[in-house]
């Protein structure tokens, strides 16, 4: 094997685990996805698909449908978009469109393609408020290697059939033992130094 063919092999075997790594980031758990960047777990889209903000939100107690979980902020949306090698624009085609349908094939696809200019789209709403009684949403599409992924400026009616669209969820986690460990040391540090007072 000549040098330049080894330099070549070395250069391409780079390139490919640098797109490994960036995909090694979110983990398929079934209906829902690990970000082990982040340690968010992010229920799939498609399974608060058609349910309005308010009907989710009723639902997070204990026994609910989305019972463990919170309506996610856009920045949070945004930084799984972006652990999946993905830059919120108005348009992106070539690779970048293969990382956004492989971010929905792990979220979902709330609406088919058949015949719509965007493809398959995942279209989610978050808990960031846009206007009273409306959230904000966002939007991937993809056909082929080509791709869209957009925070949208738009409003979602809090109470209203929202059709194609989910809702993005994250678990809410569980307190650590080392966490738990630190208040109750704190609690004990505070009431040991109000007893000599």
């Known amino acids: 094997m000549s040098k330049q ?3 070549f092999s070395v250069c391409i075997l780079s390139i490919l685990g640098m797109a490994n790594a960036a995909q090694a980031a979110l ?10 960047t982040t340690g968010r777990v992010w229920l799939d889209v498609t399974q608060s698909k058609s349910r309005s903000y308010l009907d989710v939100t009723a639902n997070f107690s204990n026994g609910g449908d989305f019972s463990g979980y919170r309506y996610a902020t ?12 993905i830059t919120p624009t108005d348009f992106r085609g070539g690779s970048e469109g293969v990382l956004i349908r492989a971010l929905q094939n792990l979220v979902g696809i709330t ?21 009273t009684g409306y959230r904000r949403g966002s939007m ?29 969820l994250v678990q ?13 040391a704190g609690l004990t540090l505070r009431r040991l130094r109000s007893r000599r007072v």
């Open 172 to 184: 809410v986690p569980e307190p650590t033992v080392a966490a738990t460990s630190l208040v109750f």
């Open 111 to 131: 609406q088919p393609a058949n015949g719509n200019l965007l493809g398959d789209a995942t279209f989610g709403i978050n808990g960031d408020m846009y206007s």
């Open 5 to 7: 063919h080894q330099t």
């Open 140 to 168: 991937l599409s993809s056909s082929g290697t080509s791709g869209t992924a957009i925070l949208q400026n738009g409003g979602y009616s809090e109470n209203g059939n929202v059709g194609n669209f989910g809702s993005w």
């Open 74 to 85: 856009e920045a949070e949306v945004l930084q799984l978009w972006t652990d999946a090698g």
């Open 27 to 36: 983990i398929d758990q079934g209906i829902t996805t690990r970000d082990t």
